[in-house]
C-alpha cells in the first residue's frame, strides 16, 4: 500500500526559505517515480519537480534555481529558496510506478498526500 505523509508547510515573507518533506513507505521510496505538485486556489495543480527511482530529477522552469527536490531514508524532500508569493499554494507529494519520471503532469500518478499549506507573503 501506497501512503504518503506531507509535512513543513508555513508561512514565510518573499526572499525566504522553507522544506517540506513526504514520508513515504520503503517499496514506493526506492521504486517509484516521486514528484511534487502545487495548487493555488481556482487553478490547476501542476508540476513543480520529479525525482525518478535512480535519482534524476525534473524541474519545472518557474522554481529552475530556487527548488531543489530529493530523497534520503524514505523521506522526500522539496527545498525551496527565495520563495515568492506566487509560490503562495498547497503542496502535495505524489508518487507514480514509472521508471518515465520526466512528465509534470498530475494525470499520470496515481497515488497523493494529503498536502501542505505554503503561504509566502510580500
Known amino acids: 500500500q501506497v501512503q504518503l505523509v506531507e509535512s513543513g508547510g508555513g508561512s514565510v515573507q518573499a526572499g525566504g526559505s522553507l522544506r517540506l518533506s513526504c514520508a513515504a513507505s520503503?517499496?514506493?521510496?526506492?521504486?517509484?517515480?516521486m514528484g511534487w505538485f502545487r495548487q493555488a486556489p481556482g487553478k490547476e495543480r501542476e508540476g513543480v519537480a520529479t525525482?525518478?527511482?535512480?535519482?534524476r530529477t525534473t524541474y519545472a522552469d518557474s522554481v529552475k534555481g530556487r527548488f531543489t527536490i530529493s530523497k534520503a531514508e524514505k523521506t522526500l524532500y522539496l527545498q525551496m529558496n527565495s520563495l515568492k508569493p506566487e509560490d503562495t499554494a498547497m503542496y502535495y507529494c505524489a508518487a507514480r510506478y514509472s521508471l518515465s519520471c520526466t512528465a509534470l503532469l498530475a494525470r499520470f500518478f496515481g497515488y497523493w498526500g494529503q498536502g501542505t499549506q505554503v503561504t509566502v507573503s510580500s
Open positions: 525525482i525518478a527511482s535512480d535519482g
Open positions: 520503503e517499496y514506493t521510496y526506492s521504486t517509484f517515480c
